[in-house]
């Protein structure tokens, strides 16, 4: 999904958990990105209070694309091969701000919201869904962690409820989500059925410690969706 979008929005927290790299790695990606109209990297946008972040992470070191952080903190920010905005907003962070900072500022049309939960409760309390459905976007998923995950549509929204896993560790569990939607996207179903694997996938991630090793088997998430005891993930793919 990252090939689509002008920007991929995440906090601080989940920066700092899984130390981001480029956004887009592939350059057959990139290639394909420009082709239609878009820049090779989408934006990196980070929300972050208190500027705490990884700055030896390689999405600062790799010295492609551009990263943009939005931030209440006066903290300097050190010197990074990635080119690197900092927009300090004097108060708390809003989203809804920020939002129409990357419209109206940055020219960006569509968003990639990859968490944390923390960032995600703030987009749904702020009604950021209403308000990029307002804008034009035709399509946004809000990822709700232990709730679901909630598509929408211009007057067409549902929450897709998560499935009952006991989890250990939540890392990567946004990445199998976004694996799993975009498999049975791809795959020709529609939007909530493929937002029910994105589910399936993230939750089952969520049920190993690890990131690669945590990602579940085709076939352990085909027997999640069909109510049967999937067997743990053994660091396959949907």
Not at 119 to 132: C, H, N, R, S, T
Not at 172 to 193: I, K, M, P, S
Request: proline share 7%; hydrophobic share 40%; glycine share 14%.
């Amino acid at each position: 999904l990252r090939h689509r979008f002008d920007a991929v929005m995440v906090g601080a927290g989940t920066i700092r958990a899984e130390r981001y790299g480029r956004i887009v790695r592939d350059p057959g990606a990139r290639a394909r990105r420009q082709e239609i109209g878009l820049s090779a990297d989408p934006l990196a946008v980070i929300v972050s209070g208190t500027l705490e972040l990884p700055f030896d992470a390689s999405l600062f070191t790799c010295g492609a694309g551009r990263v943009l952080i939005f931030t209440s903190s006066d903290r300097p920010v050190p010197e990074t091969a990635t080119e690197t905005l900092v927009e300090r907003t004097g108060g708390p962070v809003s989203v809804t701000a920020v939002l129409e900072h990357l419209a109206r500022e940055c020219g960006v049309r569509a968003v990639l919201c990859e968490g944390g939960p923390r960032l995600f409760g703030q987009l749904e309390a702020a009604g950021a869904v209403d308000a990029l459905l307002g804008s034009g976007v035709g399509t946004v998923i809000l990822t709700l962690g232990e709730r679901g995950a909630l598509p929408a549509r211009k007057g067409e929204m549902q929450v897709v409820p998560p499935f009952d896993v006991d989890p250990e560790d939540t890392t990567a569990a946004g990445d199998a989500f976004v694996a799993g939607l975009a498999v049975a996207l791809a795959e020709g179903r529609e939007l909530y059925e493929a937002v029910r694997w994105g589910n399936a996938a993230g939750g089952l991630a969520a049920t190993k410690l690890g990131a690669q090793t945590s990602l579940p088997t085709r076939q352990a998430l085909e027997q999640l969706l069909s109510g049967e005891n999937p067997e743990p993930p053994r660091g396959g793919r949907p």
